[in-house]
């Protein structure tokens, strides 16, 4: 399995970027789509999570400014990231957990810069 996520950029704050990831191979069964960001000198954090539609959940810290949603491709999920602010500066990486196998996988991370 791979994921490639793509977006991110910089931007000042109370600005918008979108985050994609797309996964890809031996995907199989029920399986959960995850962002989640490192901030620099910090440990990576839980962003936002993917079921379906009605099964997302988010950090508190994004909650009303990030959306997480199935992407128009097949085992693709994006991140509408809006009001952005400096401390949301990090990289950020995206994950697929296959439930059937018990295992996670995690794309490259891209940076994402606010500045004030």
């Known amino acids: 399995v791979q994921l490639q996520a793509s977006g991110g950029g910089s931007v000042q704050a109370g600005g918008s970027l979108g985050l994609s990831c797309a996964a890809s191979?031996?995907?199989?069964?029920?399986?959960?789509m995850y962002w989640y960001r490192q901030l620099p000198g910090k440990q990576r954090e839980f962003v936002a999570s993917?079921?379906?539609?009605?099964?997302?959940n988010y950090a508190d810290a994004v909650k009303g400014r990030f959306t997480i949603s199935r992407g128009e491709a097949k085992n693709t999920v994006n991140l509408q990231m809006n009001r952005l602010k400096p401390e949301d500066t990090a990289v950020y990486y995206c994950k697929l957990y296959i439930v059937a196998a018990n295992m996670d996988y995690w794309g490259k991370g891209t940076q994402v810069t606010v500045s004030s």
């Open positions: 993917f079921i379906n539609r009605s099964n997302t």
């Open positions: 191979g031996s995907i199989f069964g029920r399986y959960t």
